[in-house]
T-cell receptor, first 115, second 111 residues
Framework: DAGVTQSPTHLIKTRGQQVTLRCSPKSGHDTVSWYQQALGQGPQFIFQYYEEEERQRGNFPDRFSGHQFPNYSSELNVNALLLGDSALYLC??????????????FGEGSRLTVL | QKEVEQNSGPLSVPEGAIASLNCTYSDRGSQSFFWYRQYSGKSPELIMFIYSNGDKEDGRFTAQLNKASQYVSLLIRDSQPSDSATYLCAARGNAGNMLTFGGGTRLMVKP
């Protein structure tokens, strides 16, 4: 049973560029959330996708956008990269039906460095 | 603003001792609480979660929840050097299931 998979694991970009990160949820899960974790801090919620729609969004600018596909996989896009976007980007999957007491698992993350 | 607070540590305990990690939260609407372990450079690994008042035990780990005091804790019995990591506490609300994380507590278990 595959867990949450993310790609790429590491990438380096320069300021102003755009990046796309990908996530496949754990088998049987239908909800994908994205988090940003800066060095030495806890993860911060970016947004959540369910039924191919953005359902909830944290305090992140419109430069951060996403998409969910019919197979529940998801992409996170960041435009006009800033140095401060350097972080570990985490994808988490869960099952909507399980509600707030269901398990939520993270992938290994994509480490983005912006130069 | 909904917040989850943790002491950043480091919390240092000798091998074999009980490590006690604490967390408070501000949103009384929080439904469930998660403890994750994170090794340096790695992603968070779910240890356990709790949503009812009281204790929940899983092996060497016990999570405790007191909703009246808005307090969550994690006890690690017989601490091992391999338990040395950052422990993240997170609260989950009723709407949308997003997690709000604390900043994490760094635990060091000394042989």
């Amino acid at each position: 049973d595959a867990g949450v998979t993310q790609s790429p694991t590491h990438l380096i970009k320069t300021r102003g560029q755009q990046v796309t990160l990908r996530c496949s949820p754990k088998s049987g899960h239908d909800t994908v959330s994205w988090y940003q974790q800066a060095l030495g801090q806890g993860p911060q919620f970016i947004f959540q996708y369910y039924e191919e729609e953005e359902r909830q969004r944290g305090n992140f600018p419109d430069r951060f956008s996403g998409h969910q596909f019919p197979n529940y996989s998801s992409e996170l896009n960041v435009n006009a990269l800033l140095l401060g976007d350097s972080a570990l980007y985490l994808c988490a999957s869960s099952l909507e039906l399980a509600g707030p007491t269901g398990e939520l698992f993270f992938g290994e993350g994509s480490r983005l460095t912006v130069l | 603003q909904k917040e989850v607070e943790q002491n950043s540590g480091p919390l240092s305990v000798p091998e074999g001792a009980i490590a006690s990690l604490n967390c408070t939260y501000s949103d009384r609407g929080s439904q469930s609480f998660f403890w994750y372990r994170q090794y340096s450079g790695k992603s968070p690994e779910l240890i356990m979660f709790i949503y009812s008042n009281g204790d929940k035990e899983d092996g060497r780990f016990t999570a405790q929840l007191n909703k009246a005091s808005q307090y969550v804790s994690l006890l690690i019995r017989d601490s091992q050097p391999s338990d040395s990591a950052t422990y993240l506490c997170a609260a989950r609300g009723n709407a949308g299931n997003m997690l709000t994380f604390g900043g994490g507590t760094r635990l060091m278990v000394k042989p």
